[in-house]
Antibody, heavy 126, light 110 residues
Framework: EVQLVESGGGLVKPGRSLRLSCTAS????????MNWFRQAPGKGPEWLSF??????????EYAASVKGRFTISRDDSKNNVYLQMNSLKTEDTAVYYC?????????????????WGQGTLVTVSS | QSALTQPRSVSGSPGQSVTISCTGT?????????VSWYQQHPGKAPKLIIY???KRPSGVPGRFSGSKSGNTASLTISGLQAEDEAYYYC??????????FGGGTKLTVL
């Protein structure tokens, strides 16, 4: 079964740091790009960050809202993708999800996220 | 990027059809064929139901269909069932390996 499990969330004070982990199973993790999202209460998912497979250069991208504060990385030997979050703000409070990005189906290019993990709650509060 | 625009809520009776719109811009929905839709039940992770505007993953009922015209994509659910009550989100590729999502639509099955 293809599965993603996030961990590392919790309560943290403004200005502090937190590192989230996402562990993959059931597929060849190193072949896929991975993404992080967050979802604040009552809101839609917000795309945060992208990391391509190391075979395609490990390219990273970030949403403007987190660029310079958040860093995505991956460890293919552990089937993990990480999100290092620094200088946290109260508005970063949300459920954080990781998801696998599908960019190719057969010989055709595509772009969608499947599956998603169950999410981990990050609360930034003094 | 700005979020895609969806109606806050839609409703329908069992057996009826509903359509949820998703309006973007010429920088995302209007220019790319990579629009996807996700269903989310409360407390659960989003689940892919439509990708590449019109395609359904295996296991997703044929009652779910997608379309696009210009900067607006649409999700239609026909033959509504009670288990379809959920939040629905659209998403689009927005260039340079970035993505943008809609604010979500709550579907109520009356």
């Amino acid at each position: 079964e293809v599965q993603l499990v996030e961990s590392g969330g919790g309560l943290v004070k403004p200005g502090r740091s937190l590192r989230l982990s996402c562990t993959a199973s059931g597929f060849s993790f190193g072949d896929y790009a991975m993404n992080w999202f967050r979802q604040a209460p009552g809101k839609g998912p917000e795309w945060l960050s992208f990391i391509r497979s190391n075979g395609h250069g490990g390219t990273t991208e970030y949403a403007a809202s987190v660029k310079g504060r958040f860093t995505i990385s991956r460890d293919d030997s552990k089937n993990n993708v990480y999100l290092q979050m620094n200088s946290l703000k109260t508005e970063d409070t949300a459920v954080y999800y990781c998801a696998r990005l599908i960019m190719v189906q057969g010989v055709f290019r595509t772009w969608f996220f499947d599956p998603w993990g169950q999410g981990t709650l990050v609360t930034v509060s003094s | 990027q700005s979020a895609l625009t969806q109606p806050r809520s839609v409703s329908g009776s069992p057996g009826q059809s509903v359509t949820i719109s998703c309006t973007g811009t010429s920088n995302d929905v209007g220019v790319y064929k990579y629009v996807s839709w996700y269903q989310q039940h409360p407390g659960k992770a989003p689940k892919l139901i439509i990708y590449d505007v019109t395609k359904r993953p295996s296991g997703v009922p044929g009652r779910f269909s997608g379309s696009k015209s210009g900067n607006t994509a649409s999700l239609t659910i026909s033959g509504l069932q009670a288990e379809d009550e959920a939040y629905y989100y659209c998403a689009s590729y927005a260039g340079s390996y970035t993505s943008v999502f809609g604010g979500g639509t709550k579907l109520t099955v009356l």
